[in-house]
């Protein structure tokens, strides 16, 4: 597995989408914090990370799928995976070495990002003026968000060895469980299944860790959603494998 872990790192940084992604992704949240009217902090007049914790959500339901579309389908389409699955690697290690790969690159991407915080901590008046807790606990949102979307992702990338197809099928997976299954509650009104749609939407769960009160039933379902996806991916593997 670390093999593959190392191997999955040092791929995306020698290549130019690694640099694109990463340049895309600070350029849009440092717009939002900033720079646009309607989000940035110094027109809104508090010391306040809410935009950004709001909107980089929408932001990584684009660029995730573009660090994982290559992950398999690049592999599937040269013809390196199939060497790879004739070597003494089990499916388990290829699927989850690549999985967290693919995480860390998500939080490498995040870390810059917390220059922003200092910089609200300066702002505030007094200086120090900031919910630090729910600071806290929208980035431990973000980073297992990232997990779940990552995970959709590697998925996606095992289906097709098209890398774009892989990226529709990533970008669709994320937008339905962030975005459809909250419409669909909201839509559905009351009762059981309205309910069941709210509480396995990304969205709700991310908020409620932004709350700066981290509840385990939160994490346990993200933690549990990105192992479901893994395990499809271990047994498209497996097919790839035959």
Known sequence: MLAIFQKEIS????????YMVLTAFLLAVGLIVWVFPDSNV??????????F??????VLLFLIPAITMRSIAEENRSGTLELLLTKP????????????ANWLLVALMLLPTGMYY?????LGNPPGNVDSAAVAGSYVGLLL??????????WASSLNDNQIVAFVIGV???????VGFSALSQLLGSGGLALFFSQAALDQQYQALGRGLIDIRNVVYLLSLMGFFLILTYWRVGQLRR
Do not use: E, H, R
């Open 172 to 178: 669709f997976l994320g937008f339905v469980w962030y």
């Open 89 to 100: 690697l089990s499916d388990a290690s290829l699927v989850l070495g690549k999985f967290l």
């Open 42 to 51: 110094l027109d809104y007049g508090y010391a306040d990370l809410g935009a």
């Open 11 to 18: 791929s995306f940084f020698n290549s130019l989408i690694a």
């Open 118 to 122: 200092l910089s609200i901590y300066q």
């Open 145 to 154: 968000l990232g997990g779940a979307l990552t995970s959709m992702g590697l």
């Open 53 to 58: 914790f709001d909107l980089t959500p929408y």
